[in-house]
T-cell receptor, first 112, second 113 residues
Framework: GNSVTQMEGPVTLSEEAFLTINCTYT??????LFWYVQYPGEGLQLLLK?????DKGSNKGFEATYRKETTSFHLEKGSVQVSDSAVYFC???????????FGSGTRLQVQP | NAGVTQTPKFRVLKTGQSMTLLCAQD?????MYWYRQDPGMGLRLIHY???????AKGEVPDGYNVSRLKKQNFLLGLESAAPSQTSVYFC????????????FGPGTRLLVL
């Protein structure tokens, strides 16, 4: 099956700093890739996705590019806000199971 | 349109007790899932269903059973709860198309003493 590895947290940044959260995957073929966000006390929400190589997903100022050469899908944002504080999960679609495989999550804390 | 709902929100059990978690979705989705979330381990798939009347084992199925008697509902059962099952449980649903989004419920926090 698939596996997803993302950088350990927590990541602590000051407001307006640049954010990168690394994510790499192993899979057969080229699965669709996703970033989900979990705000405190809530379920997961889809942040962005990319369904094929070289696609760029974007939403709310966040971006991630599907790089098949490096099997990566790193999440970036140019200027983070306090409201971006949350846990971010990278995931890949497992065609065999017809389910998402998640990374372990990265907690982001943005300080004013 | 409520999306994915879960009942209950929080529950405390004693070791050996049983309970059922209910998940309901109103989006007519074919696929439904149960995950558990533990600190530092992300979400792990317990069981899933690709249609009414079907279920399959995920990554960590031991100690759990599921049923999908109606398309909109997916039940997760613990027959004899153990402290290792203390976790936050998330249900999710998804349409069957290739580029469908998976939607999550708000979670059920379970504490087994």
């Amino acid at each position: 099956g698939n596996s997803v590895t993302q950088m350990e947290g927590p990541v602590t940044l000051s407001e307006e700093a640049f954010l990168t959260i690394n994510c790499t995957y192993t899979a057969t073929g080229y699965p669709s890739l996703f970033w989900y966000v979990q705000y405190p006390g809530e379920g997961l929400q889809l942040l962005l996705k990319a369904t094929k190589a070289d696609d760029k997903g974007s939403n709310k100022g966040f971006e991630a590019t599907y790089r098949k050469e490096t099997t990566s899908f790193h999440l970036e944002k140019g200027s983070v806000q306090v409201s971006d504080s949350a846990v971010y999960f990278c995931a890949s679609w497992d065609t065999g199971r017809r389910a998402l495989t998640f990374g372990s999550g990265t907690r982001l804390q943005v300080q004013p | 349109n409520a999306g994915v709902t879960q009942t209950p929100k929080f529950r405390v059990l004693k070791t050996g007790q049983s309970m059922t978690l209910l998940c309901a979705q109103d989006m007519n989705h074919e696929y439904m899932y149960w995950y558990r979330q533990d600190p530092g381990m992300g979400l792990r798939l317990i069981h899933y269903s690709v249609g009414e009347g079907t279920t399959a084992k995920g990554e960590v199925p031991d100690g759990y059973n599921v049923s999908r008697l109606k398309k909109q509902n997916f039940l997760l059962g613990l027959e004899s709860a153990a402290p290792s099952q203390t976790s936050v449980y998330f249900c999710a649903s998804r349409g069957s198309g290739r580029e469908e989004t998976q939607y999550f419920g708000p979670g059920t926090r379970l504490l087994v003493l």
